[in-house]
């Protein structure tokens, strides 16, 4: 199998994010968990997205990861790797986007790699280096209270400072709006003055185009879906890929079986969906406290959920609003209860897909992670959207047999995004 682009994405949602942007901007693209098997047998595509759970891990461990990744990708054929990170650049000040960013460039001084999470299409705009989400700055969005990782600054240069080895630089609106040629000589001006890496300015998917264009053109860029758009466009314009539309009628031929809806994210997103799904299928709130005592709360939902789960869609979820989040974690401490409560989520999607659940929507970055790690899930078509940012997606040599999963960003999908999803999975 010979591609052209590859990306890394550091979590399981984001990877099903770009792999939409990609199909839907004319690429074929399959969506890996980790490396695959060398036995998994794979369709003929244009880019690869391998998915990892790197967002919130060490650096060194996310390095490790994201480097393997990368020789994968470069040995079939990727002449250009973009490493997939959050539209909302969720990270702390000892995360891994600098660091991975680094470490895929190779350190070369040859280039200045390009970072934007721009994604105009969910609201995610970024000028003179600050980060919007709607009309609100970053550090003033929902995104202060993220469980794992809060955002308090919303300027992008100095938050990848803080995470980076060399300078970081900005490529502003008005060098982008002016093409391709003058980002270009931003970038080489940059370069002479020891800068490793630019936040670029992107409001309008034409930015995207512009840094797309330009980014195709070196080794590795760092960025969400916004830049996949970019990046997309360029290779069909190119000429270097045919342009190919939709998604591929394998990816939603129906699977049967029961439906349910696990969710570990608390986004306000999130937490709104499940207040409407309580209006039309039964939901249950996991209790965060008996889920960290021991395995009786996962017991117990199982039991809740085999009560009813025949006749149709459940819910269950261990999302609470951020006072509650934060309690727990004052008590028990942040990555303790987080890895905890993924545990148990993806505990409970085992057990409801041994009860015979083929059709899941999970929500959460990492607890979609985690689960469709337990699931031991290899690979994923990509079928139609469901909401920007969010596919169906197919599984590819799931030894449980074929399913459709949908993995919800956090932030992404609006208020009746779960009984959208279930309505487009049959
Ligand atoms: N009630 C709770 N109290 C504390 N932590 C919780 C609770 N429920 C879930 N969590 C943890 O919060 C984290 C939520 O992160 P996750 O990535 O799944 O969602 P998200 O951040 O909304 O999604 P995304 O990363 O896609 O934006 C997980 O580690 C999850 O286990
Ligand atoms: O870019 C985004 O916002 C999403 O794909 C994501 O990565 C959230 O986890």
């Known amino acids: 199998m010979a591609i052209l682009l590859g990306s890394i994405a550091d979590d399981y949602t984001g990877a099903s994010d770009l792999a939409n942007t990609l199909m839907k901007n004319g690429l074929r693209t399959v969506q890996t968990v980790g490396i695959p098997d060398p036995s998994l047998a794979l369709p003929d595509v244009d880019a690869v997205v391998v998915s990892l759970k790197i967002r919130s891990v060490a650096a060194a461990e996310a390095v490790a990861a994201a480097t393997a990744a990368d020789g994968w990708l470069r040995k079939r054929g990727a002449i250009h790797v973009l490493y997939k990170i959050c539209s909302t650049f969720d ?35 970024v000028y003179l280096g600050h980060l919007f989400v709607g009309e609100q700055l970053l550090n003033e969005s929902p995104l202060k209270d993220h469980p794992l990782n809060p955002m308090h600054d919303a300027n992008l240069v100095r938050v990848m400072a803080r995470q980076s080895r060399g300078a970081v630089g900005l490529v502003g609106l008005s060098t982008v709006s002016d093409g391709p040629e003058a980002v270009k000589t931003r970038l080489e001006t940059l370069r002479a003055t020891g800068v490793t890496a ?32 970019g990046l997309a466009r360029a290779l069909v314009r190119s000429g270097q890929v045919p342009l190919r539309t939709g998604a591929t009628a394998d990816a939603i031929r129906p699977v049967g079986g029961l439906a349910a809806i696990v969710a570990g994210s608390c986004s306000k997103a999130t937490l709104q969906q499940l207040a409407i799904a309580e209006q039309s ?30 006749a149709g869609p459940i819910v269950i979820a261990a999302s609470a609003a951020p006072e509650m989040v934060s309690q727990l974690q004052s008590r028990y401490g942040r990555d303790a209860s987080g890895h905890a409560i993924e545990s148990a989520t993806s505990s409970i999607a085992a057990e409801l897909v041994a009860r015979g659940v083929r059709r899941m929507v999970i929500a959460g970055g990492e607890t979609s992670g985690a689960a469709v790690d337990r699931l031991g899930i290899p690979a994923f078509l990509i079928g139609p959207e469901i909401a920007p940012g969010v596919p169906v997606l197919r599984t590819i040599g799931n030894v449980q047999g074929d399913m459709l999963l949908a993995l919800k960003s956090g ?13 487009m999975m049959h």
């Not at 390009?114 to 705009?125: H, K, N, S, Y």
């Not at 309008?204 to 760092?222: C, I, K, P, Y």
Request: cysteine-free; proline content about 5%.
């Open 281 to 310: 299928m039964p939901v249950l709130r996991l209790d965060p406290e008996r889920l960290l005592a021991g395995s009786e709360e996962i017991n117990a939902a199982i039991s809740w959920a085999g009560d009813r789960i025949s």
């Open 198 to 229: 630019a936040i670029a300015d992107a409001i309008f998917e034409r930015d995207l185009e512009t840094l797309g264009t330009v980014a195709l053109q070196t080794w590795v860029s760092t960025g969400a879906s916004g830049l996949g758009l």
């Open 91 to 125: 990270s702390t000040d000892t995360g891994n986007i600098g660091p991975v960013t680094n470490a895929l460039s190779g350190g070369s001084a040859d280039s200045v790699v390009l970072v934007t999470p721009a994604f105009p299409e969910t609201g995610r705009t």
């Open 411 to 423: 932030n992404f999908g609006g208020g009746d995004f779960f009984a959208a999803a279930l309505a």
